[in-house]
């Protein structure tokens, strides 16, 4: 299998880096007229996981002044998923730079199977201007000592 650039190692250990996970079912309102998984879910699932991964982090308050949008994001289709088919949603900090992170995620069944992956560059912001926002020092070590 040739690796999407953003897996910089072997994917058996690429992929034993996550912990963090939400279980899912494919809805069969997420699939399409060739009877499979509809190509946009992905990422769909990606930000619920991302959503969660940030609560856990106590990265998401109502009382902050910034925000994380999304700059770039991507997804590679390894097999089919079908409907009701039970999956494992994935994320991990990859990278953290000073206003950016890179998160990358891997979407499993439960035989341990990678149905896809996918990475995204995120900006902080803050919410008043939309002007990028360093992170602190203690964002950054939360957010790196989570891989």
Same mark, same amino acid.
Request: charged share 20%; aromatic share 12%.
């Given at each position: 299998?040739?690796?999407p650039?953003?897996i910089d190692?072997p994917?058996?250990?690429w992929?034993?880096?996550?912990?963090f996970?939400n279980?899912?079912?494919?809805?069969?309102?997420?699939?399409?007229?060739?009877?499979?998984?509809?190509n /946009?879910?992905?990422?769909i699932?990606f930000e619920e996981?991302?959503i969660?991964?940030f609560?856990?982090?106590?990265?998401?308050?109502?009382?902050?002044q910034?925000?994380?949008?999304?700059?770039?994001?991507?997804?590679?289709?390894?097999?089919?998923v079908?409907?009701y088919?039970?999956?494992?949603?994935?994320?991990?900090?990859?990278? /953290?730079?000073?206003?950016?992170?890179?998160?990358?995620?891997?979407?499993?069944n439960l035989?341990?199977?990678?149905?896809f992956?996918?990475a /995204?560059?995120?900006?902080?912001v803050?919410?008043e201007?939309?002007?990028?926002?360093s992170?602190?020092?203690?964002?950054?070590?939360?957010?790196?000592?989570?891989r």
């Amino acid at each position: 299998m040739k690796l999407p650039a953003y897996i910089d190692m072997p994917f058996q250990e690429w992929k034993t880096s996550f912990s963090f996970f939400n279980k899912v079912s494919v809805r069969f309102s997420e699939t399409d007229m060739f009877g499979h998984m509809n190509n /946009v879910t992905p990422f769909i699932y990606f930000e619920e996981v991302r959503i969660s991964y940030f609560k856990k982090l106590n990265m998401m308050s109502e009382n902050k002044q910034t925000m994380t949008v999304v700059a770039s994001q991507q997804c590679d289709y390894l097999r089919q998923v079908m409907p009701y088919e039970e999956l494992r949603i994935y994320v991990k900090t990859s990278a /953290v730079g000073s206003s950016s992170l890179t998160l990358h995620y891997l979407g499993e069944n439960l035989e341990g199977e990678p149905c896809f992956t996918g990475a /995204v560059v995120m900006v902080q912001v803050s919410k008043e201007s939309g002007k990028a926002v360093s992170w602190t020092d203690e964002e950054k070590e939360t957010l790196l000592h989570t891989r």
